[in-house]
Every structure is written in C-alpha cells, then in structure tokens.
C-alpha cells in the first residue's frame, strides 16, 4: 500500500529476533533454546509464589509463501512442530510477503514464527524481593520443591515492579516464557 510505512513488529516478522527497550535504547536479542541461565530462583534468590504453566503452542504449522522474481514462480514452504500435531488438531499459521523470494527466507521465517510459539507456550509469573539486574529475555533457572522444579529453564518476558508504600515493600512479577 503507497506510503504505508511499515512497523516494528511486522519487520520483526521477519527474523527470530526479540526487540526491548532499556532507557533509551532498544536492543534486539535472538532468544536461543541453546541461551544459558543468567540467575536463579528458589535457591538463593527467594521465591515468594510462582504459577507455572505448559501449554501447547498457539501454531504447530506455519505455511509461508512468497514469489521468486527471477524464476517467475510462486513460493510455498511448510514449516511443523511435530512434537506438537500428536497434542491438539493442526494450529496453522499463514504469511504471504512479496519480500520472501527463495526457499531459505520462506524456511526461515517459518522457524522463527514457530520459535516464537514455543518460547509463549512456557508461560506463568513468579513472584520475587527484587532483583534489579533482572532483564527482558534473560534465560533464569527456578527451584520451586513446591511444584517439582528443580533448576526449570525458563525466559522472562515481563517485569513488574510493585510497590507497597504502607508496609515498606518492594517486590517483582516475573512472566515466564518457555526455552
């Protein structure tokens, strides 16, 4: 469309990465499930209530298309997750842009929409004193004896600070993605 200007997130479409603003900078990051742990929970930070969640993911199959100028020819590739078919019907996501002209982008793009389902389906919040060195897509591990964790590899997607002024207390939600 003629001066439609493109925004951040459909340009973040296009790669696997995360962007997060910190001050007056924004960063970009490529959350890998391969990222080691930056903190952890549960021992010695404490935990003061964590909700855990593993859901399955919103889309288990992306179909992308695109057009090859050169070859004069449609692109169609179909990226799964199938660990998750077995678990719920097809989940199918769709994306045409004119801008995918080989295989490769369209493989790619497929496996970033996918990552990025895998990394919402690992939800939940933990409830902690604050740690303010915490940052967005950190990869932290969580202790929690209450609901079997045990060094549980999880990403941060959100942080709360919440303050108390009446009873002098300072504390943070975490919200939790999956790895």
């Not at 900078?25 to 964590?50: C, M, W």
């Not at 799964?80 to 369209?106: I, M, P």
């Amino acid at each position: 469309m003629r001066g439609e200007k493109p925004s951040i997130g459909k340009l973040l479409a296009f790669v696997p990465d995360a962007l997060f603003i910190e001050g007056s900078k924004a960063y970009l990051v490529n959350p890998l499930s391969s990222d080691s742990s930056a903190y952890g929970y549960g021992q010695p930070h404490t935990l003061l209530e964590g909700r855990y969640l593993k859901q399955t993911w919103e889309l288990n199959q992306v179909k992308v298309e695109g057009f090859d100028p050169s070859a004069g020819q449609s692109i169609v590739v179909d990226s799964f997750a199938w660990s998750q078919l077995d678990k719920l019907y097809d989940r199918l996501g769709q994306v045409e842009d004119k801008n995918v002209d080989s295989v490769t982008k369209a493989e790619q793009r497929g496996e970033a929409y996918l990552r990025k389902a895998e990394i919402v389906s690992g939800g939940g919040d933990i409830r902690i004193p604050v740690n303010c060195g915490q940052q967005l897509y950190d990869v932290i591990d969580i202790t929690d004896s209450r609901a079997g964790l045990s060094a549980e590899k999880k990403r941060v997607l959100g942080i709360v600070l919440v303050h108390n002024p009446l009873r002098g207390e300072y504390e943070q939600t975490v919200m939790l993605g999956g790895m």
